[in-house]
């Protein structure tokens, strides 16, 4: 069974940093692209990072670049992405996605979802 599970969001100040985390299960993730979006409340949700397959080149929406950073641990499974310098308007849900199809990329069809992690930035 194909599960992801986003963990590390919490209440944070502005400047300060999180990690979030993307535990896979029910699949071996360096074999598929895995993206990380975010909605915040009243928003459409945004694509904010993403990691190839195999080669690991990685992706990231504007606003975030400099700041946040994707990372892959093959052996524990898991994804992260470590955020510094956070805004109050990168408060949102935080969800991870996998792109399980054939020649899985970070342009493709992300259709398995975590449950997504809160990220609150305020002070």
């Not at 400047?15 to 598929?32: K, N, V």
């Amino acid at each position: 069974q194909v599960q992801l599970v986003e963990s590390g969001g919490g209440l944070v100040q502005p400047g300060g940093s999180l990690r979030l985390s993307c535990a896979a299960s029910g699949f071996t993730l360096d074999y598929y692209a895995i993206g990380w979006f975010r909605q915040a409340p009243g928003k459409e949700r945004e694509g904010v990072s993403c990691i190839s397959r195999i080669d690991d080149i990685t992706y990231y929406a504007d606003s975030v670049k400099g700041r946040f950073t994707i990372s892959r641990d093959n052996a524990k499974n898991t994804v992260y992405l470590q955020m510094t310098s956070l805004k109050p308007e990168d408060t949102a849900v935080y969800f991870c996605a996998a792109d399980l199809s054939y020649g899985s990329s970070c342009h493709g069809d992300f259709g398995s979802w975590g449950q997504g992690t809160q990220v609150t930035v305020s002070s």
